[in-house]
C-alpha cells in the first residue's frame, strides 16, 4: 500500500508555469512508475506522463510532450510534473498515481492515487 498527496496547484496565468510536487508515503517508492493524469470539466481522466522507477524512462502524451516534464527524486519519496506555457486548456485536477508495473499511460494499470489538486489556468 502506498499513500499518495499532490501539492502545487493554483491559479496561474496563460503562458505561465507550475509544478506539481507529489509526495508518496507508507511503501518503498523506488519500487513504483508513477504517472500524472488530469480531469477536465466534463471530461475523463487523461493520461499526461509516467517515468519509471529509477527515473531513467519517460513518457509523454502528445498533447504536453515539449511542454510538461516528469522527473522524481527517490531519496524523498517524491515526483514531479513540470509545467510551462500553460493553456488554459490545461484547466483541470491533476492527479498524480503508483504503479507496480513500472511505465504505463493506461490508468487501469495504477492501483494507487492521491487526492488530486486544482490547476486553473486563466486567459
Known amino acids: 500500500q502506498v499513500q499518495l498527496v499532490e501539492s502545487g496547484g493554483g491559479l496561474v496565468q496563460a503562458g505561465g508555469s507550475l509544478r506539481l510536487s507529489c509526495v508518496a508515503s507508507?511503501?518503498?517508492?523506488?519500487?513504483?512508475?508513477m504517472g500524472w493524469f488530469r480531469q477536465g470539466p466534463g471530461k475523463e481522466h487523461e493520461f499526461l506522463a509516467t517515468?519509471?522507477?529509477?527515473?531513467?524512462?519517460?513518457y509523454y502524451a502528445d498533447s504536453v510532450r515539449g511542454r510538461f516534464t516528469i522527473s522524481r527524486d527517490n531519496a524523498k519519496n517524491t515526483a514531479y510534473l513540470q509545467m510551462n506555457t500553460l493553456q488554459p486548456d490545461d484547466t483541470a485536477v491533476y492527479y498524480c498515481?503508483?504503479?507496480?508495473?513500472?511505465?504505463?499511460?493506461?490508468?487501469?494499470?495504477?492501483?494507487?492515487w492521491g487526492q488530486g489538486t486544482q490547476v486553473t489556468v486563466s486567459s
Open positions: 507508507g511503501h518503498t517508492f523506488s519500487s513504483f512508475g
Open positions: 517515468i519509471s522507477q529509477s527515473g531513467g524512462a519517460t
Open positions: 498515481a503508483a504503479s507496480n508495473t513500472g511505465l504505463a499511460s493506461l490508468a487501469t494499470r495504477y492501483p494507487y
